[in-house]
């Protein structure tokens, strides 16, 4: 993944960046905070819910999505290191919405 960004950094004329995207950006942050603080997300999103495929449902996914698409660029959030890691479950029983494979997010 970092040869690919260099490769193309060294491509470039005039500046030049690594990532075309603000680090840390507040969707990146809110995308993993979605069942812990939907206030945020709602707000970010002008009240609603983004599409159901494109909320966080899975680490795994979101994982090989980041080592795979050039162009998402997800960073840790500092609660992945913090126990007990219940910024992952819906507590708040938030209807996220159903994926288009049938799956609802939870």
């Not at 995207?21 to 983004?50: I, M, W």
Request: glycine share 6%; aromatic share 16%.
């Amino acid at each position: 993944r970092l040869a690919f960004f260099k490769e193309r950094c060294s491509d470039m004329s005039g500046k030049k960046f690594l990532y075309g995207t603000h680090y840390s950006a507040p969707g990146y942050v809110l995308y993993y905070l979605v069942r812990t603080a939907p206030e945020y997300l709602l707000c970010l999103q002008n009240g609603k819910f983004d599409q159901p495929n494109r909320l966080f449902h899975s680490i795994a996914t979101t994982w090989d999505n980041v080592f795979t698409d050039h162009a998402d660029v997800k960073e840790l959030i500092p609660e992945f290191y913090e126990p007990p890691g219940d910024f992952l479950l819906n507590l708040m029983n938030l209807d996220l919405g159903i994926r288009t494979d049938g799956t609802r997010v939870n």
